[in-house]
């Protein structure tokens, strides 16, 4: 899935922004972390830029069962700041009854949980920085442009360039039924394992863009360096205004 990276959500006009996106579930950038508002329940994930696994990841839930309401009230009250509602969030103590906190008491409906985050895929975006779109080809290939290209799905023909199946190098026996990889797995693993990646010119077609993992061919791809269309939801949002 490509997360897309907002700079901020500390304003009524970027609250609203956000929830008419297509899926609202974006990166901020400042302060940084995950967030996600796609049912009743609003889900912030803390990160930092040394996270790369995301279960080490302290995450939020607030919200209700039965409406979103108490959720973006509980948004409204903190004055559309989503610092402000993270610095709160940190002090509340959750060895005793959360609704007696002080900061939270106000809002009689609002469930609120903390625990660890379970998906692992998640990223500090910072860990490598925006994976912005690129319009050009790069002067010389690294992995960072290659991770751009795939984050933003710019490439077509994505095909692998293995010549054997796991176990049977000493043979190299051909196998054309070898699957390209998944790429947000790969994504996933060219950011967390940087050393085990190289992302270089296809030897045997300039067009193309060969990535190697653990000095082994695995696939290539064309580049496209059209950047993607933004994908916002022409619609009112649910929650009142």
């Known amino acids: 899935m490509n997360i897309r990276c907002l700079p901020h ?7 609203l922004a956000f929830c008419q996106r297509e899926v609202p579930y ?3 950038e400042q302060p940084e972390c995950l967030v996600d508002f796609q049912t009743t329940y609003l889900m912030i994930t803390l990160l930092d830029g040394n996270t790369r696994d995301g279960k080490q990841a ?10 979103l309401e108490p959720a973006w009230h509980f948004i409204k009250a903190c004055s559309f700041d989503l610092e402000l509602m993270i610095d709160g969030l940190n002090q509340v103590n959750f060895d005793s009854n959360v609704r007696d906190n002080s900061f939270l008491k106000a809002h009689t409906d609002l469930t ?15 860990h490598l920085g925006r994976l912005m779109p690129l319009r050009q080809a790069p002067s010389h290939w690294d992995l960072y442009s290659a991770c ?22 000493e043979f190299m026996v051909e196998f054309k039924g070898i699957p390209a990889p998944e790429v947000q797995q790969m994504l996933n693993s060219m950011i967390s394992s940087p050393d085990r990646w190289q992302a270089l010119p296809h030897p045997n077609d300039s067009r193309r863009v060969i990535l190697r993992q653990d000095q082994a061919p695995l696939c290539s791809f064309e580049p496209v360096y059209q950047p993607p269309e933004p994908k916002m939801a022409q619609r009112v949002p649910r929650w009142a205004i």
């Open 26 to 28: 974006c990166f901020i």
């Open 9 to 15: 959500l500390n304003t009524r006009e970027a609250w």
């Open 148 to 169: 751009a290209l795939l984050a933003n799905n710019q490439f077509r023909e994505l095909r692998s360039e293995q010549l054997a199946l796991p176990g049977n190098d």
């Open 112 to 126: 609120v949980r903390k625990f660890f985050s379970k998906e692992r895929s998640i990223i500090s975006p910072s």
């Open 58 to 67: 302290t995450k939020y839930s607030l919200g209700s069962r039965s409406s």
